[in-house]
């Protein structure tokens, strides 16, 4: 290995370390600082290899942080990680990270807190501004009729 990929390794090394990575983040920060082909596929390999790149670790961190941190639901986190080009086995091992039970109490916390911030006392209203909000945190139709239909 050149001093040059040497140099690119050491960076990508710290670029993964800050916060877990896809191949394709490390793949696109590698063109900008101008390693390419099979140079950066090289400096990939390598990552992979000492474990600083692993796309099931970044895939299960994704899914459970946007699912805690932020409401999402399983819809809107697989999207966005496809959009990250994590798919198949990956995908599915993210989307063991969320608990059923704890998806469903997450929905109803997030539908209570916002029915509290709704101004209007048509019930029609009500669940149509709430079903519209759960769907755009990304879960099920389904579910979210059951939820809003319980309250």
């Known amino acids: ?9 050491k960076k990508a090394a710290m670029f993964c370390a800050y916060q877990e990575r896809t191949q394709q983040e490390v793949r696109d920060r590698l063109k900008d600082w101008g390693v390419i082909g099979d140079d950066a596929e090289e400096v990939i390999a390598e990552l992979i290899q000492q474990n ?36 198949g086995y990956n995908l599915d091992q993210a989307m063991k990270e969320i608990e059923p039970d704890d998806y469903r109490t997450t929905l109803a916390d997030l539908l209570t807190k916002k029915r509290q911030s709704i101004r209007d006392d048509n019930p ?12 755009s945190k990304g879960y099920e139709s389904d579910l979210v009729w ?3 239909e319980g309250m």
């Open 146 to 148: 059951q939820v809003v």
């Open 1 to 9: 290995m050149t001093d040059y990929l040497k140099d690119a390794l």
């Open 52 to 87: 600083y790149l692993n796309e099931e670790r970044f895939a299960k961190s994704f899914a459970g942080g946007k699912f805690r941190v932020k409401g999402w639901g399983k819809r809107k986190i697989k999207q966005h990680l496809q959009q990250r080009g994590i798919t």
């Open 124 to 135: 029609l209203v009500i669940k149509q501004k709430l079903v519209r909000y759960a769907l």
